[in-house]
């Protein structure tokens, strides 16, 4: 029991003492820093400005809040410098210690929120891309209860039979016992879903792009080989290739950040939890194997228990301090990472007009008669999904609606067609573009 009480400090201690992990942990939260800053300032644009500005949707505002947990649980322990160490040989935990608590509670739920999060945005982008379905407000209401309640029922148990303590820099991490089941597996198990899903989407991208290469190939093979006049009225096979390709095309080019922020989100989140298993395995293994620890051993006995005289024994059962490094550093830039991938200029644009509307002395009020033109009557709408508000722009809803949904719509005298004998205005003619999950990539 004291060797494994021992290994457990050594696991934070070992490498806690040495300067230059040190330093290291510093630079890291230090970045957690920055990236709460900017996780915090999309939040408050997605509150204060509309949304044509920040192209919100609950899927992002979710990961948005879900990444900056992760980062407020390595910010604590910056401004309350915690004492690691409980005794000689005994790091402090969440009993003993409030920033522990609470910087290993907001880890933990960080982590469990991050990845059940980026599993829904893989799913949708999966519904959308490869079978077309577009996710209304069913998927929104199941989205907000599983992205909330299986992180929240994973969290209570994770904390209540595992724990948290000092083990790594000034965070708190999950403990050992019981971390495969409450924590670890199935944040794995999710991680694993999304990757399966999103390596499922990619191969459908490559395949209907391959199927549309072969399409192109055998009907200028057949153009070529034939002596008869060149058809121009492809086969129903090759027209539909190639619609599913113009589709997937568009759909892809506005949503490759989507793409990317699952893939980046989802490295981070495996290779953080492979590093840290493995940790834990060579730590329970090292417990019961005395003869792998007894050089260690001897060396603190030898050095009177100065641990820094000792790391290179210590790091000859545990990964080596470069690793460790790279994977806090790697936890520490998601937040700066979801913000590059996030951000649209146009939200700056956004907080331009409304520091404007509402500091500028030069503010002109116009009738919003003379700002438009003569209207023009038209049917009532009949599709709820078209609903046009009173400001000339659509609603936002819950629908992540496809790129086709609105623009491939349009006449060419600007309305929408939704029959033969019905139309209605385009909110495009008002110089507002639809919110909504598909909006183009700025």
């Not at 949304?51 to 505002?61: C, E, F, K, P």
Request: some cysteine; proline content about 5%; charged content about 15%.
């Amino acid at each position: 029991m004291a060797l494994a009480q021992l290994l457990e400090a050594s696991h934070a201690m070992t490498m806690g003492n040495d300067r230059g992990f040190k330093t290291w942990t510093k630079a890291a939260e230090w970045i957690n820093v920055v990236g709460l800053v900017l996780l915090s300032f999309m939040l408050l644009s997605y509150i204060v400005l509309p949304a044509q500005s920040t192209r919100s949707h609950y899927l992002s505002v979710c990961l948005v809040v879900a990444v900056a947990m992760i980062t407020i649980g390595f910010v604590i322990p910056l401004g309350a410098q915690p004492t690691q160490c409980f005794n000689e040989i005994t790091p402090n935990d969440m009993f003993s210690s409030m920033t522990c608590a609470w910087s290993g509670a907001m880890l933990v739920a960080g982590a469990l929120t991050t990845t059940m999060w980026i599993f829904i945005r893989a799913l949708s982008m999966h519904l959308q891309i490869c079978w077309d379905i577009v996710p209304g407000k069913k998927f929104f209401y199941g989205a907000q209860t599983l992205g909330w309640g299986i992180p929240a029922v994973l969290f209570i148990a994770t904390v209540t039979a595992t724990g948290v303590s000092f083990r790594n820099g000034n965070a708190c991490h999950v403990n050992h016992e019981d971390s495969m089941k409450d924590f670890w597996g199935p944040l794995l198990g999710f991680a694993a879903l999304a990757m399966i899903l999103q390596l499922a989407t990619f191969g459908y991208c490559i395949h209907v792009y391959l199927k549309n290469l072969w399409s192109d190939d055998k009907t200028e093979t057949s153009s070529s080989t034939s002596t008869s006049l060149p058809s121009y009225t492809p086969s129903a096979g090759n027209q539909t290739a190639r619609a599913v390709y113009a589709r997937l095309k568009k759909v892809v080019w506005l949503q490759w950040r989507g793409l990317v922020i699952v893939t980046i989100v989802l490295v981070d989140v495996v290779t953080f939890a492979v590093v840290f298993l493995y940790l834990d395995d060579m730590q329970a293994a090292a417990a019961n194997d005395f003869e792998r620890v007894r050089p260690w051993l001897v060396c603190l006995v030898l050095n009177g228990g100065d641990k820094n005289k000792c790391l290179i024994e210590g790091q000859k059962w545990l990964i080596n301090e470069a690793t460790v490094v790279a994977i806090l550093i790697l936890l520490s830039i998601a937040g700066l990472e979801v913000f590059l991938l996030l951000f649209r200029r146009s939200t700056l644009t956004g907080w331009k007009e409304f520091f404007r509307s509402r500091f500028s002395k030069k503010r002109e009020f116009v009738s919003l008669d003379a700002l438009s033109p003569t209207p023009t009557p038209q049917p009532l709408m009949r599709s709820r999904s078209y609903n046009i508000s009173k400001f000339g722009h659509p609603p936002t809803t819950f629908e992540m609606q496809t790129p086709g949904h609105w623009e491939d719509k349009l006449s060419p005298n600007n309305t929408f067609i939704t029959s033969p004998t019905e139309s209605y205005a385009s909110p495009i003619v008002q110089g507002r573009q639809p919110s909504d999950y598909f909006s183009r990539q700025d």
